[in-house]
């Protein structure tokens, strides 16, 4: 992977891209072309009945 690739998808990791449009250091726009250049990935989308589970089993220990 390049560098600038790499430094690219990491100004739009979503736990900075929200920070940084705030900022005015990147923007809307930037996010969108970003969101458009991504690969439709829908076809290795794979359900968990597991996760299901978990987070019905995590809010059951808060409960009690």
């Known amino acids: 992977m390049r560098l600038s690739k790499a430094l690219n998808e990491k100004v739009m990791d979503v736990r900075l891209r929200d920070k940084l449009v705030a900022e ?3 923007s809307q726009a930037q996010v969108d072309e970003y ?3 991504l690969q439709d ?3 290795n989308l794979r359900y968990s009945s597991r996760s299901i589970d978990s987070k019905s089993e995590q809010n059951q220990d808060f409960q009690n």
């Open 41 to 43: 990935e829908s076809s």
């Open 35 to 37: 969101f458009k250049s």
């Open 24 to 26: 005015g250091k990147i």
